[in-house]
């Protein structure tokens, strides 16, 4: 469960939103926005944001959009959970 | 006599050999930390990838000093040297567990703590080496139970196997200290030699820590 969105630094909210892009494979904004408890306007930022870095991408089917994860995002999930391990041994979170 | 000098140099060997294994495992510990700094930003690993870096290289020298002075304490320049090179180990020993301990305070309380060990490595400093090393693994051990109490304070809001292997790896080396603390002040190599052996066995926790932290992947 994500953590409240005021606690939650940028990095916290942009692993979310990829967790839940990962998790659902051609992720509906509904779906995101849901998992990654943001408004629908920030989601909007954070969507931006991760497609100019190229974590996602997005495919559009007529009036649907839906997300997807590239190799450059995969790759950065899994860095980013090893990370997390570490940084939990030390009682810390992201 | 003829039996003390093999005795020495085989003490002087698993010394060297347990400490030189620990200085690989802080150093590793120490590029992990800078590596995960640099995709998280958090100046509490930063801290602590300084601290390891710095406890690996004093523990090399330390190695270094140990396998050296086995062999040619008898020597006036020799001695000289190995007490430059335990000086600097010390020092930079409780450099290195300072800023763990501050990290690890900001960890817990925000970044409001002010060092004051500076203080008392500069007071120590005009002391000499044996008085210094007494004071050195004094601080190291008033630092290490500080490390291990803000350890159990995470833990207990954050129970995971990963702080449980770090806190074991800190409360293992502050063991050590407490026996390390004891031979120095009866002078006991059998004692050092336990020291440095549980002292091991604390960067092998920190070690296994590591490598699983590492091979841990996607959810």
């Given amino acids: ?94 | 006599m003829g039996r003390e000098r093999p005795r020495m140099a085989t003490g002087a060997l698993i010394s060297f050999t347990l400490n030189i294994l620990c200085a690989v495992v802080a150093l590793l510990t120490s590029y992990y930390a800078y590596k995960v700094n640099r995709l998280v930003g958090n100046q509490v690993i930063g801290a602590i990838s300084l601290g390891f870096m710095l406890l690996g290289v004093g523990l090399a020298v330390d190695a270094s000093t140990t396998l050296f002075s086995g062999r040619t304490l008898v020597q006036f320049s020799s001695r000289v040297l190995v007490q430059f090179a335990s000086f600097t180990y010390l020092t930079v020993q409780m450099v290195a567990y300072l800023v763990i301990a501050i990290g690890y305070a900001r960890a817990v309380y925000g970044s409001q703590q002010r060092p004051v060990a500076p203080a008392v490595i500069v007071t120590a400093a005009a002391v000499g080496l044996y008085r210094f090393s007494l004071l050195s693994y004094f601080v190291v051990l008033i630092l290490l139970a500080f490390v291990v109490f803000q350890g159990l304070l995470i833990r207990s809001g954050q129970n995971t196997k990963f702080s449980a292997m770090v806190l074991l790896a800190f409360g293992l080396i502050l063991i050590a200290h407490v026996v390390l603390l004891a031979s120095v002040l009866t002078l006991g190599p059998v004692l050092f030699l336990i020291g440095t052996g549980i002292q091991f066995l604390g960067f092998l926790s920190l070690l296994i820590f590591v490598v699983r932290s590492e091979v841990v992947g996607p959810k």
């Fill in chain 1, 1 to 94: 469960m994500a953590q409240s969105e005021k606690q939650r630094s940028v990095l916290r909210i942009n692993l979310d939103i990829l967790n839940a892009v990962r998790d659902e494979g051609d992720a509906k904004p509904t779906h995101i926005l849901y998992k990654a408890n943001l408004s629908h306007e920030r989601l909007v930022k954070y969507l931006d944001d991760l497609m100019a870095k190229g974590l996602i991408e997005v495919k559009q089917d007529g009036e649907n959009r839906t997300y997807n994860l590239t190799t450059k995002g995969v790759s950065f999930l899994i860095e980013m959970r090893r990370a997390e391990s570490f940084v939990q041994g030390f009682g810390l979170a992201i």
